[in-house]
């Protein structure tokens, strides 16, 4: 079945730091990809997607480039804020029915 | 403009007892979803509802059943509520474009089993 390895956490950054959240992905198939960011008290929202190999998602900052050949998707930012502090979790989607398949989150702190 | 609601936002229950939890979407999306979230586990699909008149389980249904009631509500129901059902839930909606398969989350239910 498809899954999604994440860097473990947490991670904790200075603020205007570099920002590297590794994930790999094990799919049948042609999955799409994604990154979903969680803030303190709220429901996950799309941070940026990619649908096919080479493409580049990017979104505030961030960027992340579908990667078929070593079936990766990390997450990067060249300058980290406090207001990035959140739960980041890559994700893929297959097949007919779109279900999503979540890593297990990386918990970012950046601090002043 | 809504688009993922969950109620309720918190509730504690007693072992045993029953609850159903409730989720609308004003997107007009065909697919709808429900998981729970774990300390170290993320996300874990429990059901989902790929058009209203289906339901499938996903990688974690024992405990738990759902109703399609309609194409913008998709509950939750426990019947026999546990302690390993305490969680946090979140419903979610996407429509079905293959490669626009972006989800939208609701606010997420936290669930206490005692």
């Known amino acids: 079945g498809n899954s999604v390895t994440q860097m473990e956490g947490p991670v904790t950054l200075s603020e205007e730091a570099f920002l590297t959240i590794n994930c790999t992905y094990t799919?049948?198939?042609?999955?799409?990809l994604f990154w979903y960011v969680q803030y303190p008290g709220e429901g996950l929202q799309l941070l940026l997607k990619?649908?096919?190999?080479?493409d580049k998602g990017s979104n505030k900052g961030f960027e992340a480039t579908y990667r078929k050949e070593t079936t990766s998707f990390h997450l990067e930012k060249g300058s980290v804020q406090v207001s990035d502090s959140a739960v980041y979790f890559c994700?893929?989607?297959?097949?007919?029915?779109?279900?999503?398949?979540f890593g297990k989150g990386t918990l970012l702190t950046v601090n002043p | 403009n809504a688009g993922v609601t969950q109620t309720p936002k918190f509730q504690v229950l007693k072992t045993g007892q029953s609850m159903t939890l409730q989720c609308a979407q004003d997107?007009?999306?065909?697919?709808m979803y429900w998981y729970r979230q774990d300390p170290g586990m993320g996300l874990r699909l429990i059901y989902y509802?790929?058009?209203?008149?289906?339901?499938d389980k996903g990688e974690v249904p024992n405990g738990y059943n759902v109703s399609r009631l309609n194409k913008r509500e998709f509950s939750l129901r426990l019947e026999s509520a546990a302690p390993s059902q305490t969680s946090v839930y979140f419903c979610?909606?996407?429509?079905?474009?293959?490669?626009?398969?972006?989800?939208?989350f609701g606010q997420g239910t936290r669930l206490t089993v005692v």
């Open positions: 979610a909606s996407s429509a079905p474009d293959r490669r626009n398969t972006e989800a939208f």
């Open positions: 799919a049948t198939g042609y999955p799409s």
């Open positions: 990619a649908t096919k190999a080479d």
């Open positions: 994700a893929l989607s297959e097949g007919s029915n779109y279900k999503l398949t």
């Open positions: 997107m007009n999306h065909n697919s």
């Open positions: 509802s790929a058009s209203e008149g289906t339901t």
